[in-house]
């Protein structure tokens, strides 16, 4: 009896194990640093916290809510100067998400809610090889089949995609940040109903427009 006893004590601690580690909350991101040497999460880290700390953070108060950006200034320098100069420049204010793909990405920071293309400023090299992956909740450089032709639109990953990651050379696409806070609303902006606008697709057909960009830290 003393054995089933010790046996089912020790199954039911099994059980709590794998339950625990199956619950992680919605904001707890895997992230991938330089190197794939450490993972961490958002919130289980001291030393996550620190690095935290340190970098810069801009708020989007969109028209679906507010989203916190973190950016890896040290990572990708040319790609987070160039975000914060349309940041600091306002350019943001008035942009849309003009294109959502649920289970892929979300984005945005090139167009009105007309469908204007805005003015944008020169292009920057491509920094996919810096070592940060494309997971959920990353913020990516958006550009086209030229490797160094980013400007000023954005993409947040909704899963981890991996295809996006390329070999950084002659292939892949540049993480610069994540989401901080309010990656609950980047979700809801995903569920949006989308259609062809202006001859582009998988544009939401209730714009979601950035109402405001500001730098925080």
């Known amino acids: 009896m003393s054995t089933m006893r010790q046996s089912l004590s020790i199954f039911s601690v099994l059980l709590l194990v794998v339950g625990l580690t199956g619950c992680r909350g919605k904001n707890e991101l895997e992230l991938y640093y330089p190197g794939d040497t450490k993972v961490w999460q958002t919130s289980d880290s001291e ?33 987070v100067a ?15 998400f003009h294109r959502v793909e649920p289970g892929m990405v979300i984005q945005g920071g090139g167009f009105t809610e007309d469908m204007e ?69 980047v979700d809801a902006i995903a569920l949006e109903d989308t259609g062809t606008v202006s001859g582009l697709k998988n544009v939401p057909l209730e714009p979601v427009i950035i109402l405001s960009a500001r730098q925080v830290r």
Do not use: C, H, W
């Open 82 to 96: 160039n975000f914060l100069e349309y940041v600091n420049n306002g350019f943001y204010e008035g942009t849309i």
């Open 117 to 185: 293309r805005k003015e944008t400023l020169p292009t920057i090299i491509n920094e996919a090889g810096n070592g940060l992956r494309n997971n959920r909740g990353t913020i990516g450089a958006a550009r086209t089949r030229d490797m160094n032709s980013a400007n000023s639109q954005f993409y947040v990953n909704l899963v981890n995609n991996s295809g996006f990651n390329g070999d950084g050379v002659t292939s892949g696409y540049a993480v610069f940040g994540r989401v901080y806070e309010g990656m609950s609303v």
């Open 47 to 79: 030393e996550m916290q620190k690095v935290s700390d340190s970098r810069p953070l801009v708020e989007l108060e969109t028209n679906k809510g507010r989203i916190v950006i973190e950016l890896f200034d040290q990572e990708a320098p040319v790609s």
